[in-house]
Nanobody, 124 residues
């Protein structure tokens, strides 16, 4: 069992930055690929970014490419999402998730463990 807890959400003005973090329990964090997803009320969950177990491979949604950066620190069991040039349409709840196969993917069905989410609000 893996427990994930996100942190770092909050309120920021358009054009600003936030860094989300996701801390994982357990000793096998370095074997998981990690992903970030987001979901607005009444909408389907949307892929944001993913990183392989080693950190050597990343995948991004087109909507955040060039603005968001995913990274991980396996020594700290933590994955990060640096969000720059934030837009009001980035406002939603962000979730981190773990994929046991270790390969970065945008496929939501591959992710087994999920955090409770953290709210990001971007004001215009």
């Amino acid at each position: 069992q893996v427990q994930l807890v996100e942190a770092g959400g909050g309120l920021v003005q358009a054009g600003g930055s936030l860094r989300l973090s996701c801390a994982a329990s357990g000793r096998t964090f370095s074997t998981y690929a990690m992903g970030w997803f987001r979901q607005a009320p009444g909408k389907e969950r949307e892929f944001v970014a993913a990183i392989s177990r080693s950190g050597g491979s990343t995948v991004y949604a087109d909507s955040v490419k060039g603005r968001f950066t995913i990274s991980r620190d396996n020594a700290k069991n933590t994955v990060y999402l640096q969000m720059n040039s934030l837009k009001p349409e980035d406002t939603t709840v962000y979730y981190c998730a773990a994929d046991l196969l270790g390969i970065a993917t945008e496929l939501e069905s591959r992710y087994v463990y999920w955090g409770p989410g953290t709210q990001v609000t971007v004001s215009s």
